[in-house]
């Protein structure tokens, strides 16, 4: 790859000075385009968090803590919301994470071969659907039939469990079909293309020798799975699920319309909640300029910035290790 | 892996160990296509409903006045077009310098990851953003602060698609317009990135399939209108998805009818885009991997 650049060293001299200025240029302008990706990402950092220091001077770090969203009284805090969306972001990974792994080792494994690619393009379409769809089809069509299905069977199998911490009833509350657990389903099915796909490019990586080392032994497929292709690309498979973790904290449109947007904390799964994104997206059109209340939505999108870049960060650190090796 | 495992007296109960995970894990393939044509199913039966000529002709008017969404569907298509005009030629630069002149080195590497970082970003934090820099400066909503922020959503796919393409394109290709004496901008515009403008084209139009169902990011840039705009500069804009979002939170069965149909304008059209851009993709780089 590095031909090009190795290449223009040894090159003789051409001694016109717009013979240099234009290969100066030309490379100028692909290092702006370059420099322009880094600048993007701490200007939205900085401008965030400029935007948010309101919030942040007013109440200070407990911003991230209090328990509080009351626009009346003007008093604004972080913990429902940061409770909202992870929440929701956790009950979408443990509903995805199996699933989608599932599907990658059909997809590698176990489905014929002919069915491999139109089967991988049909999954990956799911990703393509816009966020808005999702909303709308999970608020008119899948909220009902939780309601009337797995909701009251939830409650029913989890009745003996005790409440906790400040009275959270688990899956106790009235099945109304909006709320935290359709929320976290809407999310699932949204992240599960990108899980499934990564999962399948990183079981792609295992070299075909050690694989074929255990068939040689006599392993079945599940067995060269667990023993040798996992342990094998065990980071990366990590670094699949935190794609998709952080892919599920800043989802904003669908969450919006099923979450049910009750801006305090919910007493069980079931129960109507708020995330970051979906707060933003609601209450910014009610938001003045230059009121404490922009400023509380600003510092909101600060907090879910800092969050989605570690995770996002961790996956790509995790599967790029791999790639390496 | 123990010994006991290849114990032959084990076998059976092994491959049926290794039959009922594949059953597993194909009723888990099963699942994500029931949840696809559950959705698609879904917006056929309830977008066709509303669906007619008045949807393409017809601006969104008040409950009970009929109406179509002319003006959202022209006002994302202006929109995109702002986003895509700017975000192709940014996203294409970043890849090419990635493939071509960064190669393996410390600040492209830096480069590479912030890209792939923005790739996932959460969206709407590109619409604060651009709220905050653009619409706040220019006191007001306006389409071309909605096409920047699509702009700089469609730059990261745009980029890695590109950096991908280029490092396709067999090393021999660069070599030969060397040998040729051809300066490396020369070698790069004149050779390399027409080998692969195929594979750089079918990544635009991923971005575009994109950055058009995107909504999150234009409630704080464009905001939406209920009617036609008369600059792109000044005053908010109408898009599809902004006007999906507005009539299918409403009360009036009438509007959420049309939000539907509009759900299946946009969602068909992505899916197209998409399917298109996949194909054209496995045709442009066969037989180079």
Redesign the interface.
């Given at each position: 790859?590095?031909?090009?650049?190795e290449?223009?060293m040894h090159k003789p001299i051409e001694g016109s000075a717009k013979?240099q200025l234009?290969?100066f240029l030309?490379?100028g302008?692909?290092?702006?385009?370059?420099?322009?990706?880094?600048v993007?990402?701490v200007?939205?950092l900085l401008?965030?968090f400029s935007?948010g220091k309101g919030a942040f001077e007013h109440f200070g770090p407990a911003f991230i803590w209090l328990n509080q969203w009351d626009p009346v009284r003007d008093l604004y805090g972080a913990l429902p919301a940061i409770v909202g969306t992870i929440a929701t972001s956790l009950i979408a990974i443990l509903i995805a994470w199996?699933?989608?792994?599932?599907?990658a080792?059909?997809?590698t494994?176990?489905?014929p071969r002919v069915l491999r690619q139109p089967?991988g393009?049909?999954?990956e379409?799911?990703a393509?659907?816009?966020?808005?769809?999702?909303?709308?089809?999970g608020?008119?069509?899948l909220a009902p039939v939780l309601s009337t299905t797995v909701q009251p069977w939830l409650t029913e199998a989890t009745m003996w469990i005790p409440p906790i911490g400040y009275d959270f009833f688990w899956f106790q509350g009235a099945p109304i079909g909006v709320g935290l657990f359709t929320a976290g389903v809407v999310l699932a099915?949204m992240i599960?293309?990108f899980i499934?796909a990564s999962s399948r490019d990183v079981l792609l990586t295992t070299p075909q020798l050690l694989k074929d080392g255990?068939y040689a032994?006599?392993?079945?497929?599940?067995?060269v799975l667990t023993?040798i292709v996992i342990p094998a690309v065990r980071g990366s498979l990590f670094g699949a699920v935190f794609?998709g973790l952080?892919?599920a904290?800043?989802?904003?449109?669908a969450i919006t319309?099923v979450i049910g947007n009750a801006n305090r904390l919910p007493d069980s799964f079931f129960a109507p909640s708020a995330s970051i994104?979906s707060i933003?997206?609601n209450e910014?059109?009610d938001a003045d300029?230059g009121s404490l209340k922009l400023a509380a939505?600003?510092a909101l999108?600060f907090i879910?910035?800092l969050v989605?870049?570690f995770v996002?960060?961790i996956?790509?650190l995790l599967l790029r290790q791999e790639r390496m090796a | 892996?123990s010994i006991a495992?290849?114990n032959p007296a084990n076998h059976l109960r092994?491959?049926i160990?290794?039959f009922v995970?594949?059953i597993?894990?194909?009723?888990?393939?099963l699942?994500?296509?029931v949840?696809?044509a559950?959705?698609l199913w879904?917006?056929i039966q309830?977008g066709t409903a509303g669906l007619g000529l008045h949807v393409f002709t017809e601006q969104m008017k008040t409950p009970g006045q009929g109406g179509g969404l002319a003006n959202a569907i022209v006002g994302s298509l202006i929109q995109v077009g702002i986003g895509t005009l700017i975000g192709a030629p940014?996203g294409m630069?970043?890849g090419?310098?990635?493939?071509?002149?960064?190669?393996?080195g410390k600040?492209?590497s830096?480069?590479r990851?912030?890209?792939?970082?923005?790739l996932?970003?959460?969206?709407?934090?590109?619409g604060?953003?651009i709220y905050?820099?653009i619409v706040?400066p220019m006191r007001g909503f306006s389409a071309i602060a909605g096409g920047i922020a699509l702009a700089?959503l469609a730059?990261?796919v745009i980029?890695r698609v590109t950096e991908d393409i280029l490092?396709l394109v067999p090393?021999a290709y660069?070599?030969g317009s060397?040998a040729l004496g051809a300066?490396?901008?020369t070698?790069?515009t004149r050779v390399v990135v027409p080998a692969a403008f195929g594979g750089i084209l079918t990544g635009i139009l991923l971005a575009v399939?994109?950055i058009?169902?995107?909504?999150?990011p234009l409630?704080?840039t464009s905001f939406g209108n209920f009617n036609w705009s008369d600059s792109i500069f000044s005053g908010p804009m109408a898009s599809l998805?902004i006007a999906?979002?507005r009539l299918?939170?409403s009360p009036y069965p009438e509007w959420?009818d049309l939000?539907?149909a509009g759900?299946l304008i946009?969602?068909f059209g992505?899916?197209a885009l998409?399917?298109a851009s996949?194909v054209s993709l496995a045709l442009a780089t066969r037989g180079r991997k």
């Amino acid at each position: 790859m590095s031909v090009a650049s190795e290449a223009s060293m040894h090159k003789p001299i051409e001694g016109s000075a717009k013979f240099q200025l234009g290969e100066f240029l030309f490379k100028g302008v692909l290092f702006t385009a370059a420099t322009i990706v880094i600048v993007t990402l701490v200007a939205i950092l900085l401008i965030l968090f400029s935007a948010g220091k309101g919030a942040f001077e007013h109440f200070g770090p407990a911003f991230i803590w209090l328990n509080q969203w009351d626009p009346v009284r003007d008093l604004y805090g972080a913990l429902p919301a940061i409770v909202g969306t992870i929440a929701t972001s956790l009950i979408a990974i443990l509903i995805a994470w199996p699933i989608g792994f599932g599907i990658a080792y059909f997809l590698t494994e176990t489905c014929p071969r002919v069915l491999r690619q139109p089967l991988g393009i049909a999954v990956e379409l799911l990703a393509a659907i816009p966020s808005i769809v999702y909303g709308m089809w999970g608020f008119f069509v899948l909220a009902p039939v939780l309601s009337t299905t797995v909701q009251p069977w939830l409650t029913e199998a989890t009745m003996w469990i005790p409440p906790i911490g400040y009275d959270f009833f688990w899956f106790q509350g009235a099945p109304i079909g909006v709320g935290l657990f359709t929320a976290g389903v809407v999310l699932a099915i949204m992240i599960l293309p990108f899980i499934a796909a990564s999962s399948r490019d990183v079981l792609l990586t295992t070299p075909q020798l050690l694989k074929d080392g255990g068939y040689a032994m006599g392993s079945t497929r599940w067995e060269v799975l667990t023993n040798i292709v996992i342990p094998a690309v065990r980071g990366s498979l990590f670094g699949a699920v935190f794609l998709g973790l952080g892919r599920a904290l800043g989802e904003t449109m669908a969450i919006t319309f099923v979450i049910g947007n009750a801006n305090r904390l919910p007493d069980s799964f079931f129960a109507p909640s708020a995330s970051i994104a979906s707060i933003v997206a609601n209450e910014f059109p009610d938001a003045d300029q230059g009121s404490l209340k922009l400023a509380a939505l600003f510092a909101l999108g600060f907090i879910l910035f800092l969050v989605s870049f570690f995770v996002l960060a961790i996956a790509r650190l995790l599967l790029r290790q791999e790639r390496m090796a | 892996m123990s010994i006991a495992a290849l114990n032959p007296a084990n076998h059976l109960r092994r491959r049926i160990g290794d039959f009922v995970m594949a059953i597993v894990c194909t009723a888990a393939a099963l699942i994500g296509l029931v949840f696809l044509a559950w959705i698609l199913w879904t917006l056929i039966q309830r977008g066709t409903a509303g669906l007619g000529l008045h949807v393409f002709t017809e601006q969104m008017k008040t409950p009970g006045q009929g109406g179509g969404l002319a003006n959202a569907i022209v006002g994302s298509l202006i929109q995109v077009g702002i986003g895509t005009l700017i975000g192709a030629p940014l996203g294409m630069a970043v890849g090419i310098y990635l493939s071509e002149v960064g190669h393996k080195g410390k600040f492209a590497s830096l480069v590479r990851f912030v890209n792939d970082i923005l790739l996932s970003a959460p969206s709407i934090l590109v619409g604060l953003f651009i709220y905050q820099i653009i619409v706040v400066p220019m006191r007001g909503f306006s389409a071309i602060a909605g096409g920047i922020a699509l702009a700089l959503l469609a730059m990261p796919v745009i980029a890695r698609v590109t950096e991908d393409i280029l490092k396709l394109v067999p090393d021999a290709y660069r070599e030969g317009s060397m040998a040729l004496g051809a300066r490396d901008s020369t070698t790069v515009t004149r050779v390399v990135v027409p080998a692969a403008f195929g594979g750089i084209l079918t990544g635009i139009l991923l971005a575009v399939a994109r950055i058009s169902g995107e909504t999150a990011p234009l409630i704080f840039t464009s905001f939406g209108n209920f009617n036609w705009s008369d600059s792109i500069f000044s005053g908010p804009m109408a898009s599809l998805p902004i006007a999906i979002y507005r009539l299918a939170s409403s009360p009036y069965p009438e509007w959420v009818d049309l939000a539907w149909a509009g759900a299946l304008i946009i969602t068909f059209g992505v899916l197209a885009l998409n399917i298109a851009s996949r194909v054209s993709l496995a045709l442009a780089t066969r037989g180079r991997k």
